[in-house]
């Protein structure tokens, strides 16, 4: 099967649709999800609200790379995403997506510039000073990041993901650990670089008022996929 390099979504205004899936379905014990479509755009952010276990991380990892559906296929840019070899896959994991996870999995024992220039050579991209100090981690560079709060280390791993550059951003509770005031200004600096970058975002969250940022928000709920107005 094949597909081509670009294409677009005519509901989008001719916006570049980044990333489609459709008739996702995937149960462990029991159905999560079932003929689930989603289409991420550049400079859209998506959000996904639903309960604990109700599938929401386990269809932010099918769209991210990590968990091949057992049903429906997801497209990225020249084909099938699941269809792609071992290499290519971890490719397009490696540089073209970025993964915020509700785990922070930093570098115990390094410091945060360690980590974040971990990320840096991975990429090829210098760590953008301007991006450090609006996540206000400018402060920590040379503090090993198991001294840093919860919080600390969550703007720790945000950063080191967007100094990825990557064409899309998969976040799981991504300000779980801020306070509002905090959790506001990182969803700042995200739709900003989505906006400045043409990338996507995808967001899963418990968090109505993270929702209510993002373009489009839906609820995953009785194994559907529902828009919402949050």
């Not at 995403?81 to 073209?96: A, F, N, P, T």
């Not at 000073?129 to 402060?139: A, Q």
């Not at 919860?150 to 993901?161: D, F, M, P, Y």
């Not at 990338?199 to 993270?210: N, P, R, S």
Request: glycine content about 8%.
């Amino acid at each position: 099967m094949n597909t081509t390099t670009s294409f677009h979504d005519s509901q989008s205004g001719g916006v570049k649709t980044i990333l489609r899936a459709s008739g996702l379905s995937h149960a462990f014990d029991y159905t999560l999800f079932e003929n689930v479509d989603i289409n991420i755009h550049q400079k859209e952010a998506i959000a996904v609200l639903g309960v604990s276990g109700s599938g929401k991380s386990t269809l932010l990892h099918i769209l991210a790379t990590l968990l091949k559906p057992q049903h429906g296929e997801v497209i990225y840019g020249d084909g099938f995403m699941y269809e792609q070899g071992d290499k290519k896959l971890l490719d397009i994991r490696r540089h073209d997506i970025g993964i915020i996870f509700q785990s922070h999995y930093l570098f115990k024992g390094f410091s945060v510039r360690e980590n974040l220039e971990i990320s840096s050579m991975i990429s090829g991209n210098s760590i953008d000073m301007d991006l450090i100090k609006k996540l206000k981690i400018e402060d920590t560079m040379h503090q090993n990041v198991s001294e840093l709060s919860g919080g600390q280390q969550q703007r720790v791993s945000i950063a080191r993901v967007l100094l990825k550059k990557p064409k899309l951003i998969f976040a799981d509770e991504p300000t779980g650990n801020l306070d509002r005031e905090t959790a506001n200004e990182v969803m700042e600096v995200m739709l900003e670089y989505i906006e400045k970058n043409n990338a996507g975002l995808f967001i899963v969250t418990h968090d109505e008022k993270v929702a209510s940022r993002c373009n489009s928000a839906y609820r995953l709920q009785d194994k559907r996929l529902f828009p919402v107005t949050v």
